[in-house]
């Protein structure tokens, strides 16, 4: 099979996906795949670690390819996953995501070093590795088409290959997975954690101070030979800022001049520019909404699924703070600021998770299943409000939290919303804060003294007559 | 029934978030409704011409259901009388309201027709003698609010149907009629 490499303007998954014609299908729908043992994947899309795995890198639009043969399943457009343990191919279509496969390192039996040449600038960023499958030999190759980081990828790989961390079962010289990951310190990490195993990785100081050496050692290599192009690459530094300024500019201008159905070849071109801009790593300014990077979005993923234990235990509402702490006290380290929680609740609807963010008049934020009723909840409400007791003397938000089976905070919001659609009334006293059913739309206002047979005012009156 | 003196107070009276100011608008709109109406008909019946808000006022508590109404709750609720032109406030800093629970267009009617009644077309009275002499008792002058009983004549007297005239004091203010 001939390796057929698109132009730049095809390169971005983002504008391939736009309007052109498809080079890819997205996700491997057709894969009869006997190939490579299949990964288990979370409802949110997230992949099922193995005991003891630790993820490391992530990058988008992977596809795995081989010369083998026709039978070679189409592995395209995923999201590949380095672990300590595997290489984990997740579909970015989310309805094939039981299409996922993993490729255990274990079962790697070389790595093809990667030449640089003058050729592969332009080319997507591969490498190639030959796994012994089935008593089968097999070249594949893993292409990354989308964003990642490949230099940051690479030599992991290499490490966690050599590392072996599926021999041991903890301690002494697989110190790879948490260590280095701090070390390495890049921003695609998200770490994993444990729930049900709860256990640390033993380290060993003896791994961790020879994995110190070598990186140092590794860095002190690169920065003499960087300080060498640098003279050169100062000069032209200045040149490429113009340049990309002058592109931005041009940009902008075009989104802001009006364009009419007529103009669809200067918004070609257009398209044509952002892409290229994105390609040479420089965000474009006129993308009305950011795709989120990609931590964000495996975030987000994680999240949901974190979320369902703690949300039913609260019944069905939780406070975006509680949330918060459980999360962080979950992660253990690695812990997320709120400005992340937040941008990774938003970015739910992207991938239509089972939860969702929602903000009440109060201010206050909270998330909720997305099969959650406020008429359910209002009608429970109204049960509660018509007791005579209730009738009576009103009800707080504690009895509605006894009711309901919720937090008194969240039952105050329910309740502050209820008398939002007129459903209840507010009474402020020094007993307290109180709601009783809204008997206002009742009242005639032509005769005050009029009290119809039927209806809550009527049974009103006769439960505080008795 | 429950009873204000004589005055027959309506059921929702006894219902404690009709003393509390309600935030929702369609709730409020209500509200206010009610208790305009409660307060032009408790003052019509008791003849109360003037509200002052730091005072106690005997409608603005229930101690049935231990609940009065906040100084604001007043504030709001008179205020929207003053709009619809059932009240006047006397002061600028808004703790005096005169309540017009008729409208000084009503009270000149009914001048009219006192006047009338006496056969007093041609006659000459004075403020007082309209306010609190022998003619008025028993009609719902007595006892009227001078600055109100004022602006009826003054209107009155834009119309051409009478004249104010001033005496050596205040006593002696009167009015010749000519209806």
Request: hydrophobic share 40%; proline share 4%; charged share 25%.
């Amino acid at each position: 099979m001939t390796y057929y490499d698109p132009p730049f303007h095809l390169r971005n998954k983002r504008s391939s996906r736009k309007k052109r014609v498809v080079q890819r299908t997205e996700g491997s729908m057709a894969s009869s795949n006997n190939f490579f043992p299949s990964a288990s994947v979370t409802s949110s899309g997230r992949p099922v670690f193995l005991p003891n795995e630790i993820e490391c890198q992530l990058l988008s639009a992977v596809d795995l390819e081989s010369d083998d043969g026709p039978s070679f399943p189409s592995l395209k457009s995923g999201l590949l996953i380095l672990t300590t343990h595997r290489l984990i191919w997740i579909p970015s279509n989310s309805s094939a995501h039981s299409n996922a496969i993993a490729i255990p390192l274990s079962l790697i039996t070389h790595i093809f070093s990667s030449k640089k040449s003058i050729k592969s600038i332009f080319h997507s960023p591969r490498i190639r590795f030959q796994v012994s499958l089935n008593s089968k030999s097999l070249v594949v190759t893993v292409v990354a088409r989308g964003k990642g980081d490949w230099d940051g990828f690479l030599p992991k790989f290499w490490e966690n290959w050599r590392g072996r961390a599926w021999e041991t079962s903890a301690g002494g010289s697989t110190a790879d997975g948490s260590v280095t990951t701090s070390i390495s310190g890049t921003s695609s990490n998200s770490g994993g954690f444990y729930l049900n195993d709860g256990s640390v990785r033993m380290v060993g100081l003896a791994g961790i101070l020879r994995k110190e050496q070598e990186m140092w050692e590794s860095t002190d290599k690169s920065l003499q030979e960087a300080f060498q192009d640098l003279n050169a690459l100062m000069s032209k530094a200045k040149e490429m800022v113009m340049l990309a300024e002058k592109m931005r500019q041009k940009l902008l201008s075009g989104s802001n001049s009006e364009t009419n159905a007529g103009n669809n070849e200067e918004m070609g071109s257009k398209e044509e520019m952002q892409d290229w801009l994105l390609s040479v790593g420089i965000i474009s300014p006129v993308t009305k909404e950011s795709a989120g990077a990609l931590y964000h979005q495996q975030l987000s993923r994680q999240l949901a699924d974190f979320v369902r234990t703690p949300l039913e235990r609260a019944g069905g509402m939780i406070n975006l703070i509680d949330i918060y702490c459980l999360f962080n006290r979950a992660r253990g380290t690695e812990l997320i600021s709120p400005e992340d929680l937040l941008q990774a609740c938003t970015l739910w609807e992207k991938f239509d998770a089972p939860v969702m963010l929602r903000k009440f008049d109060s201010g206050v934020m909270v998330i909720q299943n997305k099969s959650h009723s406020d008429e359910e909840v209002f009608t429970r409400i109204k049960t509660l409000v018509t007791k005579p007791d209730a009738l009576q003397a009103g009800i707080t938000a504690s009895d509605a939290a006894m009711t309901l089976g919720i937090a008194p905070a969240m039952a105050k919001e329910h309740l502050l919303t209820a008398e939002s659609r007129g459903i209840l009334c507010r009474d402020i006293s020094p007993d307290g804060f109180r709601f009783y059913i809204n008997l206002f739309p009742e009242i005639d206002s032509d005769d005050m003294h009029m009290v119809k047979d039927h209806g809550i005012y009527s049974l009103w009156v006769r439960v505080v007559s008795a | 029934m429950q009873k204000l003196g004589d005055f027959k107070l309506p059921q929702f009276f006894n219902y404690p978030p009709y003393f509390t100011l309600q935030p929702v608008r369609d709730t409020r709109e209500k509200q206010v409704q009610l208790w305009k109406d409660l307060i032009l008909d408790y003052c019509k019946t008791q003849h109360i011409f003037v509200i002052e808000l730091e005072e106690e006022f005997p409608l603005f508590s229930n101690p049935v259901i231990e609940r009065s109404l906040s100084h604001e709750a007043r504030k709001a609720f008179l205020s929207a009388l003053v709009t619809e032109g059932r009240a006047e406030w006397l002061d600028k800093g808004h703790r005096k309201c005169l309540i017009l629970w008729h409208r000084i267009q009503d009270w000149a009617d009914i001048i009219l027709r006192f006047v009338k009644d006496n056969g007093l077309e041609d006659g000459v009275m004075t403020i007082e003698e309209i306010r609190s002499g022998i003619e008025s008792r028993g009609t719902e002058l007595h006892g009227i609010d001078r600055t109100i009983l004022m602006r009826a004549l003054k209107l009155l007297e834009h119309k051409g149907k009478l004249a104010i005239f001033k005496g050596t004091s205040t006593d002696d203010e009167g009015v010749k009629f000519s209806v």
